[in-house]
Nanobody
Framework: QVQLVESGGGLVQSGGSLRLSCAASGSIFRVDAMGWYRQAPGKQRELVAGISAAGTTNYAESVKGRFTISRDNAKNTVYLQMNSLRPEDTAVYYC?????????????????WGQGTQVTVSS
């Protein structure tokens, strides 16, 4: 079992900044891709940013130039620095990770989600 725990959400004014963190823990053999998704009320969950184990990143068009995803492989942690926040960024933000867990002498793939953290941007 691999668990993801997010932190860093909150309420911020338009134009402000927040930094989200997500730490993976459990019987981890290797963490591959990590990412951040968000879901606003009445909308589908969407990819915000992703990062590979090697550090290759991709972003949704709506956040390019404002958000930065990074990771610390030694800590199995991914971050999302969010600047110039807008009211339309308001959503629950979820962390996601893929990789392999270890149990005894066997590794099995995992695909885990965090519990979500609320980000609210006021105008």
């Amino acid at each position: 079992q691999v668990q993801l725990v997010e932190s860093g959400g909150g309420l911020v004014q338009s134009g402000g900044s927040l930094r989200l963190s997500c730490a993976a823990s459990g019987s981890i053999f290797r963490v591959d891709a990590m990412g951040w998704y968000r879901q606003a009320p009445g909308k589908q969950r969407e990819l915000v940013a992703g990062i590979s184990a090697a550090g290759t990143t991709n972003y949704a068009e709506s956040v390019k130039g404002r958000f930065t995803i990074s990771r610390d492989n030694a800590k199995n942690t991914v971050y999302l620095q969010m600047n110039s926040l807008r009211p339309e960024d308001t959503a629950v933000y979820y962390c996601n990770a893929d990789g392999y867990a270890v149990g005894g002498f066997v590794t099995t793939p995992f695909h885990s989600w965090g519990q979500g953290t609320q980000v609210t941007v006021s105008s």
